[in-house]
């Protein structure tokens, strides 16, 4: 899944929501923790997050995923080369995940590498949004 809005406070709400109608699990990644610069350690920390849930059906919340997948470009070193690997390592591992993964980025645009992988695509608006009250 994909959830795409300005309200990170929202699409967390939305992920909420998600868990409990399936009484799953929620586990929230925030993905400026694990990402590191040094060689290897974020496919290390990823691998050590979808390590954790394996087997219980959580539902991932990959908040700012923009972050990483923003990184994907044209090789032109090995720096490019090393950030389009630790893109691909992450889709493998959302790909064999036996729950739901939730990719939640800023805005309207979803970077290119997330499009043929997402099944559903959410918008979650800036304001919440509250359902009208019962009469009687």
């Known amino acids: 899944m994909l959830f795409h809005g300005r309200s990170p406070t929202n699409r967390l709400a939305a992920a909420e929501a998600l ?3 399936l009484d799953a699990p929620l586990y929230r990644v925030d993905l400026s923790q694990v990402v590191s610069p040094h060689l ?3 496919e ?3 691998a050590t997050v979808f390590d954790t849930v394996a087997g219980a059906g959580a539902v991932l919340l990959f908040d700012e995923a923009d972050a990483l997948f923003g990184k994907r470009t044209g090789v032109r070193d090995a720096n490019d080369r090393y950030a389009n ?3 691909s390592y992450l889709l ?3 790909d064999a995940h036996d729950g739901v993964a939730i990719l939640a980025v800023d805005g309207q645009a979803a970077p290119a590498a997330l499009e043929s992988r997402v099944r559903w695509r959410v918008a979650i608006p800036a304001r919440t949004v509250r359902p009208p009250r019962p009469r009687g």
């Open 19 to 21: 868990a409990a109608a």
């Open 40 to 42: 290897g350690e974020t």
């Open 92 to 94: 493998r591992r959302v």
């Open 44 to 46: 290390r920390n990823l």
């Open 85 to 87: 690997i630790e893109v």
